[in-house]
């Protein structure tokens, strides 16, 4: 099955810098890769995504590459702000090979720390 | 806008006891999925649902069972509970039509004692 790697685990930056999260996944027929914004204790929000016949995409202070040959994907926020603090998701969807529907794969996550 | 809906948000059992969770898709979303999220860990897929059958299968082990009703609505069903499971229950839903974006809800916190 797909395997979704996330890097690094944890980010400490100062406000107004910038951050970036890596994720690899290992199966090529994955197509869509969304990122997803938990606070603790609280549902994943989704936040960006990105599909596989686009390079990047941008939302503001937040954008996404995606390198499919590399098989590397990567979420870039600028001018960071204390509320960025949170935990950042990676996931990767794959067409199951049993139903042919989508499943998520999600990575291991980055806490994100932005000091004021 | 609608959201998806999960109840109870807590729950509090005692070990060998079962629980049900439930959960309400977003209007005309037609896929669910039940996630459990360890502390300090990512979303593991447990089972999704797309038109009240089965669609695909994670990690949800055998004391687990689940269904998706007429109404779109699902129920995580979850017998001879242990410590470990422990844990946050997200339900998510989607529209298959598209590229999955998968919407969360709010979570049902299960504590076993």
């Known amino acids: 099955g797909e395997n979704v790697e996330q890097h690094p685990s944890t980010l400490s930056v100062q406000e107004g810098d910038s951050a970036v999260i890596k994720c690899t996944y290992s199966d090529s027929a994955s197509n869509y890769f969304p990122w997803y914004k938990q606070e603790l204790g609280k549902r994943p929000q989704l936040i960006i995504d990105i599909r596989s016949n686009v390079g990047e995409k941008k939302d503001q202070r937040i954008a996404v590459t995606l390198n499919k040959t590399a098989k590397h994907f990567s979420l870039h926020i600028t001018e960071t702000q204390p509320e960025d603090s949170a935990v950042y998701f990676c996931a990767a969807s794959t067409i199951s090979r049993d139903t042919g529907r989508r499943a998520l794969t999600f990575g291991s996550g980055t806490r994100l720390q932005v000091q004021p | 806008a609608a959201g998806v809906i999960q109840s109870p948000r807590h729950l509090i059992k005692e070990k060998r006891e079962t629980a049900t969770l439930k959960c309400y898709p977003i209007?005309?979303?037609?896929?669910v999925y039940w996630y459990q999220q360890g502390p300090g860990q990512d979303p593991q897929f447990l089972i999704s649902f797309y038109e009240k059958m089965q669609s695909d299968k994670g990690s949800i082990p055998d004391r687990f069972s689940a269904q998706q009703f007429s109404d779109y609505h699902s129920e995580l069903n979850m017998s001879s509970l242990e410590l470990g499971d422990s844990a946050l229950y997200f339900c998510?839903?989607?529209?298959?039509?598209?590229?999955?974006?998968?919407?969360f809800g709010p979570g049902t916190r299960l504590t076993v004692l």
């Open positions: 998510a839903s989607s529209f298959n039509g598209g590229y999955n974006e998968q919407f």
């Open positions: 209007p005309r979303h037609d896929t």
